[in-house]
């Protein structure tokens, strides 16, 4: 009882932040490539979140132009190895597990007693809704200290995506445990893929302090409060995508969501609430043939 009145005050205190006023100015703070600046934010944050930077190409705070550079580091090459079994499923991310089941109908699982509807992550796209209809889910928070890049859970192409404006409540498991509806209020890219095996999935979720979200095909999309469902142009850049590739990184961490449709794939047992997950491991297996 007395965590849930501390999460309910925590999330309180949120209501009364200037959420995309301060998002603005920790995107700035983040990009001040003043030597001694940077230096000491860096130092600070990894001293705070205790960083391990023992598996990047770059140690020390010198080594990176700002905080954000230092924020979205790349890992040593073999650092994080991609699961080869066939079937296999892969985390996208280094972070752990809010949630990981199956829908009920169209709606997913946020916390005990607290759901929401596809229709609402989505924002468009009712045929790709109907889709994941009773599907399986896995929603990945990554916390200050983690490895923020994402990557390709399975084999596939890029087909579309859009990005949603919403909000930019925090998404740490105080808010998630009380706050309905969070991952649907908050800002977000959806980026849909065909996979041998039907459609995916999968949702970067913005968060506070999150000052954009980057992939190689959209750019650095900026926080909007406000406005009309973006459809992105996805230029150029090869969309055709093997397991493990990159997919892009929050600019300050926060949440992805993965969604296969109904009976193409079975999470592992272990995808408990709390389970800590590296990218590239296995964390499910495809469970039918390729069409």
């Known amino acids: 009882m007395q965590a849930r009145l501390i999460a309910r005050g925590f999330v309180a ?4 932040l200037p959420r995309h006023l301060l998002t603005a100015f920790v995107y700035r703070i983040s990009r001040i490539r003043i030597a001694f600046i ?8 990894a001293g705070l979140f205790h960083v391990d930077l023992s598996e990047t190409p770059r140690k020390a705070p010198g ?9 979205t580091r790349e890992l040593d090459p073999g650092a994080r190895p991609i699961c080869e079994r066939a079937d296999a499923i892969v985390s996208p991310a280094d972070g752990t597990v809010s949630r990981a089941g ?7 699982v946020q916390a005990k007693g607290i759901d929401y509807t596809l229709d609402d992550l989505f924002a468009i796209d ?10 399986s889910f896995v929603t990945i928070y990554l916390a200050p ?3 923020h890049r ?6 596939g192409c890029l087909r579309a995506a859009h990005y949603v404006p919403g909000d930019l409540f925090s998404v740490n498991d105080a808010s998630v445990a009380v706050l309905r509806g969070l991952f649907r209020r908050n800002e977000r890219l959806v980026l849909h893929f065909d996979t041998a095996r039907g459609p995916m999935a999968l949702i970067f979720v913005g968060a506070l302090n999150v000052g954009s979200i ?9 926080p909007r409060k406000r406005g009309v469902v973006e459809p992105q142009d996805l230029g150029t850049t090869s969309r055709v995508l093997r397991r493990g590739d990159l997919l892009g990184w929050f600019n300050m961490g926060s949440t992805v969501i993965l969604l296969l449709p109904e009976g193409r794939g079975e999470w592992q047992g272990r995808l408990a609430p709390g389970a800590a997950l590296r990218m590239g491991e296995m964390i499910g297996a495809l469970t039918d043939r390729p069409r």
């Open 102 to 108: 199956t829908l009920h109908a169209d709606r997913i």
């Open 214 to 222: 980057t992939t190689p095909w959209t750019g650095e999309i900026r």
């Open 145 to 147: 200290h983690n490895y």
């Open 63 to 71: 080594d990176f132009r700002d905080f954000n550079d230092f924020f």
């Open 150 to 155: 994402v990557h390709m859970p399975l084999d």
């Open 38 to 45: 940077k230096n000491a934010l860096i130092r600070s944050f």
């Open 126 to 135: 009712i045929d790709d809704v109907r889709a994941y209809a009773n599907g």
């Open 13 to 16: 205190v949120q209501y009364l």
